[in-house]
């Protein structure tokens, strides 16, 4: 036959009504909180994408001049190997 000694010894081990009450209040309340952690994470990344728009147009015009200084570097060392071709074949000069 099972004892009070026994019944109390199990209600430490299994859950009762009133611990899945509690535990069901806490999910509910973590739950909240979950939501308002979505909501700020979204305003945090509204304003994070704000904030990022300018440097991204800024990256853009830099990549645009980049290109362009290398576009004309390139240009300018192709025309003066060319210059120096031609300077060492009019002067008979072996290329180094």
């Known amino acids: 036959m099972i004892t009070?000694?026994?019944?109390?010894?199990?209600k430490l081990v299994f859950a009762?009504?009133?611990d899945i009450l509690g535990m069901k209040g806490d999910i509910t309340n973590m739950k909240g909180d979950i939501?308002?952690?979505k909501t700020d994470i979204a305003k945090i990344r509204k304003e994070?994408?704000?904030e990022l728009?300018?440097?991204?147009?800024?990256?853009r015009k830099m990549q645009k001049d980049l290109n362009m200084v290398i576009a004309t570097f390139d240009k300018e060392i192709i025309e003066t190997?060319?210059?120096v071709d031609r300077i060492e074949t009019h002067?008979?000069?072996a290329a180094i």
């Open 53 to 59: 728009k300018p440097i991204k147009r800024d990256i």
């Open 35 to 37: 939501s308002s952690i």
């Open 16 to 18: 009762t009504k009133e």
């Open 48 to 50: 994070i994408q704000v």
């Open 91 to 93: 002067l008979h000069l």
């Open 81 to 83: 190997k060319e210059r």
């Open 4 to 10: 009070d000694a026994d019944i109390e010894k199990m």
